[in-house]
């Protein structure tokens, strides 16, 4: 199978568990949705708002999370590929 397809794969297969590691970082699906809403608004306007620092702390955590993710499925498909080479 090529790269770009098992990445696809477990990406998908792997959704259950990115709840299990969203719960880690986000107390509540609500904290997440915040995270999500602080994520495409420029950051001098959070600023104005007196927000920076809730806007920090969510764009850190969302990323910290995607980060999480995407190693998590690229750390399963080398455990693939070397099972694959035996």
């Known amino acids: 199978m090529h790269a ?6 477990l990406s998908v297969v792997n959704i259950p568990i990115y ?4 719960a880690i970082f986000f107390s509540s699906l ?7 809403r602080f994520r495409p608004t420029p950051g001098f306007a959070y600023l104005f708002r007196g927000e920076s620092w809730k806007d920090w702390r969510a764009e850190l955590k969302l990323a910290l999370f995607m ?15 070397a099972l694959a080479r035996r």
């Open 30 to 36: 609500d904290e997440f949705r915040n995270a999500l």
């Open 4 to 9: 770009v397809s098992w990445a696809i794969v």
């Open 19 to 22: 709840a299990l590691v969203g």
């Open 67 to 81: 980060i999480a993710c995407a190693a998590m499925v690229y750390g399963e498909y080398l455990g693939i590929q």
